[in-house]
């Protein structure tokens, strides 16, 4: 088994977070190692101190923690490799996983139509450059998101568009996510055909493209749902990455749609949940 990199508990730098811990747990009674990180350091961009807990030449290893921007990511992968320690996801994958316009392609006909576009942090999006965005959706409904994380809790101001045909509101609501994502605005601009989709979502955890635990969204953890996964696995391969999370919602018609992919790394198991299938199983 691999060497598991868990974030470090901030208050006390040498054990592992408590959100993980369970986790943690789970891999060492597998047999596993477990080494720490140090994510507040990594996302200040000191990669270099942030893995200075992980034994020198540990092998490969994957990581179980909170969310990591891509080019953070990276700088971890690159500052492992140099202690011989290569990630069993190299940054590439993570990016692909992690952000909309890395899976989408793959999920095609399974999840909402996307459009997207780079943005930089805190830029202002004026009405020409949303009206040209959109344009391929043509009107209607829409939800408003980063490449990787929306405003869902901000729904009206800043994340659904009642009608792309109105370019001026479309337009506030797209500055207003840029607005309020800040520094951490994740790539770019994403706008999503909305779809009427069930609250609850069914997250499912993918091991070299098998399906190894369904679990609930984190966000309705006691909400059980079975999805259905006929067209997923195989969008699963498609996408071709070892380890990534699909969030299933049911649409008013019946269809189970993929609201969501995730790199496994990063996306949150909810709490209760026995970490021992998915962090006993790692290869
Ligand atoms: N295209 C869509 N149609 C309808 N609802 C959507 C759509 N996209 C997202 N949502 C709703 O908004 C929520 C947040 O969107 P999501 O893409 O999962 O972003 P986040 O990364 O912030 O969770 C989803 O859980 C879902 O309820
Ligand atoms: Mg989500």
């Given amino acids: 088994m691999s060497a598991v990199l868990c974030c470090a508990d901030p208050l006390a730098p040498g054990r592992v977070d408590p959100h993980f811990a369970a986790q943690a747990a789970a891999v060492r009674e597998a ?6 990180i140090d994510h507040d350091a990594l996302l200040a961009g000191d990669a270099a101190g942030a893995v200075r807990r992980v034994p020198r030449d540990l092998g490969g290893a994957w990581y179980r923690g909170w969310m990591i921007p ?13 202690r011989g320690v290569p990630m069993n996801v190299p940054v590439d994958d993570y990016r692909a996983a992690h952000e909309l316009p890395g899976w989408h ?9 996307s459009v997207w576009t780079p943005w930089r942090p805190r830029e202002v999006p004026d009405p020409g450059t949303v009206a040209r965005l959109v344009a391929p959706l043509g009107g209607g ?15 009206d101001e800043a994340c659904y568009v009642p009608d792309l045909s109105d370019v001026a509101a479309a337009t506030r ?8 994502q800040g520094d951490d605005l994740a790539g770019g601009i994403v706008v999503r ?15 070299d493209g098998a399906a190894v635990l369904t679990t609930a969204h984190p966000d309705t953890p006691a909400v059980a749902v079975a999805p259905d996964l006929t067209g997923v696995a195989a969008a699963v ?34 709490s209760g949940v026995d970490p021992a299938p998915l962090l006993g199983r790692l290869p």
């Fill in 31 to 36: 047999g596993g190692t477990v080494a720490l």
């Fill in 105 to 113: 392609g793959a999920f095609a006909g399974l999840t909402p139509e």
């Fill in 70 to 82: 891509t080019a953070r990511y990276g700088e971890l992968c690159a500052a492992l490799a140099a």
């Fill in 141 to 155: 409904p829409a939800v408003v998101k980063d490449y990787v994380k929306s405003r869902k809790y901000e729904w």
């Fill in 237 to 270: 391969a498609r996408l071709g990455r070892r380890f990534v999370t699909t969030d299933l919602a049911l649409r008013d018609d019946g269809a189970w749609r993929v609201v969501e992919v995730g790199d496994a790394q990063v996306s949150d198991l909810p």
């Fill in 173 to 180: 609501v797209v500055a207003r996510m840029v607005e309020l």
């Fill in 193 to 207: 055909r909305f779809e009427r989709l069930a609250r609850a979502e069914a997250r499912v955890w993918w091991l």
